[in-house]
């Protein structure tokens, strides 16, 4: 395989980054163990976002190295899985109900903020401008 390094013969290093990966993110890990109480199920619910990279390498080294073959290689990756909801059951009907992050409510506000600001200059620099 011409620019993918292989280190052994189980596949490429981002093959094998991608199986270790995957195998974290299943299906156990988005959907809880369901708790019940009092006639209601609830099941929780998270979002999973995974990724993952590699290097390579290859050449002589530095020019002022000229011992150095050159090589290469590296790698890593993560998992991130965060609550989003649960799902509701009861007498027979499932419903999902959102959990709302307060933090992502403040980039918005901010913004939404600004805006007004900026519009309530313009509005009042144009009455100043049509006045005089």
């Known amino acids: 395989m011409k620019g993918v390094m292989r280190l052994s013969k189980?596949?490429?290093m981002v093959?094998?980054?991608?199986?270790r990966l995957g195998h974290s993110a299943r299906a156990e890990a988005i959907f809880a163990d369901a708790v019940e109480s009092d006639g209601v199920t609830v099941v929780p619910v998270a979002k999973a976002r995974w990724?993952?990279?590699a290097g390579g390498g290859s050449g002589r080294g530095l020019p002022?190295?000229?011992?150095?073959?050159g090589k290469g290689g590296g790698g890593g990756g993560g998992i991130v899985v965060s609550p989003v909801g649960f799902i509701e059951?009861?007498?027979?009907?499932?419903?999902?109900r959102a959990i709302r992050d307060p933090?992502?409510?403040v980039p918005l506000l901010?913004?939404?903020g600004l805006i007004l600001a900026w519009t309530v200059g313009r509005l009042a620099r144009s009455l100043r401008g049509?006045?005089?």
């Open 64 to 69: 002022l190295r000229r011992r150095a073959a």
């Open 51 to 53: 990724g993952f990279g």
């Open 10 to 12: 189980r596949g490429t």
């Open 15 to 19: 093959e094998r980054l991608a199986t």
């Open 130 to 132: 049509a006045a005089g």
């Open 103 to 105: 933090m992502l409510t």
């Open 110 to 112: 901010l913004g939404g």
């Open 89 to 96: 059951i009861h007498d027979g009907h499932g419903r999902f």
